[in-house]
T-cell receptor, first 109, second 113 residues
Framework: GIQVEQSPPDLILQEGANSTLRCNFSDSVNNLQWFHQNPWGQLINLFYIPSGTKQNGRLSATTVATERYSLLYISSSQTTDSGVYFCAVIIQGAQKLVFGQGTRLTINP | DTEVTQTPKHLVMGMTNKKSLKCEQHMGHRAMYWYKQKAKKPPELMFVYSYEKLSINESVPSRFSPECPNSSLLNLHLHALQPEDSALYLC????????????FGPGTRLLVL
């Protein structure tokens, strides 16, 4: 099956710092989503981005489908950005959303 | 409105109990999903319903029984669970399967004693 690898596994930053999270995947995909899971377990949609670049406030994402990776950028981090960030993909022709292991982000005040 | 609701938020049950988890969406989505998430792990797909028909069962034990009464509702019936079934159970929905964005509910935290 498809492999989804996220890096780094853990990231600890001070408030105000910028960060880049990476997601590598092993097959062609027609669905790629970034989620933020808050401490209560809610998975919050950040981006649906199988290709291209999108921005939403302090967050932006880029997926280079031909090279099978996606990047999530967080600028001017706030303590509320803490949590686990997941990348998840569906390969072409399939229905199953496969998650990476996640990046645990801790923003200290 | 991109909301998926789940009840209950928390559930404690014994190994001989029968209980049900409920999920509801009013976005007109035709695909609904159940995921299981253990602590410090990513969510894993259990079932997919497309147009109210079961399209994927990821080899889930029969003590978990899904049901889709209509296009807005998804249930997960639980019977004779084991302590290792304790987890966060997440429901999701999407316009269709494959290319569509999946939206997740807040989850039900299940503890099996």
């Amino acid at each position: 099956g498809i492999q989804v690898e996220q890096s780094p596994p853990d990231l600890i930053l001070q408030e105000g710092a910028n960060s880049t999270l990476r997601c590598n995947f092993s097959d062609s995909v027609n669905n790629l989503q970034w989620f933020h899971q808050n401490p209560w377990g809610q998975l919050i949609n950040l981006f649906y981005i199988p290709s291209g670049t999108k921005q939403n406030g302090r967050l932006s994402a880029t997926t280079v489908a031909t090279e099978r990776y996606s990047l999530l950028y967080i600028s001017s981090s706030q303590t509320t950005d803490s949590g686990v960030y997941f990348c998840a993909v569906i390969i072409q022709g399939a229905q199953k959303l496969v998650f990476g292991q996640g990046t645990r982000l801790t923003i200290n005040p | 409105d991109t909301e998926v609701t789940q009840t209950p938020k928390h559930l404690v049950m014994g190994m001989t109990n029968k209980k049900s988890l409920k999920c509801e969406q009013h976005m007109g989505h035709r695909a609904m999903y159940w995921y299981k998430q253990k602590a410090k792990k990513p969510p894993e797909l259990m079932f997919v319903y497309s147009y109210e028909k079961l399209s994927i069962n990821e080899s889930v034990p029969s003590r978990f029984s899904p049901e889709c009464p209509n296009s807005s509702l998804l249930n997960l019936h639980l019977h004779a669970l084991q302590p290792e079934d304790s987890a966060l159970y997440l429901c999701a929905s999407s316009q269709g399967t494959g290319k569509a964005t999946q939206y997740f509910g807040p989850g039900t935290r299940l503890l099996v004693l």
